[in-house]
């Protein structure tokens, strides 16, 4: 079974830094696509960054310029380097992965659990 989770959130306070990773683990065949997406108190989840297997990436505006995200393709996981947080980035960060299971024979979204972000001002 696949299985994403996620590590590195915390308690920052504003301009800090965080990074989060997310390890994809299981009968994995192959990894399409994997990202980060967050869910603050009383809002949608919305999408923060991803990146696809050919290497493009796609940025959320409110973070472009202060998050990265990158691949490690040997390990299946994927980061998210977090600068100059601010206290509207405090959300439940949640990994997102488009993966091809050895047990499905297809690509299927994938969720972590979340990791809880909390930028105090």
């Known amino acids: 079974q696949v299985q994403l989770v996620e590590s590195g959130g915390g308690l920052v306070q504003a301009g800090g830094s965080l990074r989060l990773s997310c390890a994809a683990s299981g009968t994995i065949f192959s990894i399409n696509a994997m990202g980060w997406y967050r869910q603050a108190p009383g809002k949608q989840r919305e999408l923060v960054a991803t990146?696809?297997?050919?290497?493009?990436?796609n940025y959320a505006d409110s973070v472009k310029g202060r998050f990265t995200i990158s691949r490690d393709n040997a390990k299946n996981t994927v980061s998210l380097q977090m600068n100059n947080l601010k206290p509207e980035d405090t959300a439940v960060y949640y990994c997102?992965?488009?993966?091809?299971?050895?047990?499905?024979?297809?690509?299927?979204?994938?969720w972590g659990q979340g990791t809880q972000v909390t930028v105090s001002s």
């Open positions: 997102n992965a488009n993966i091809q299971s050895r047990e499905l024979g297809r690509a299927s979204f994938y």
């Open positions: 990146l696809a297997s050919g290497g493009s990436t």
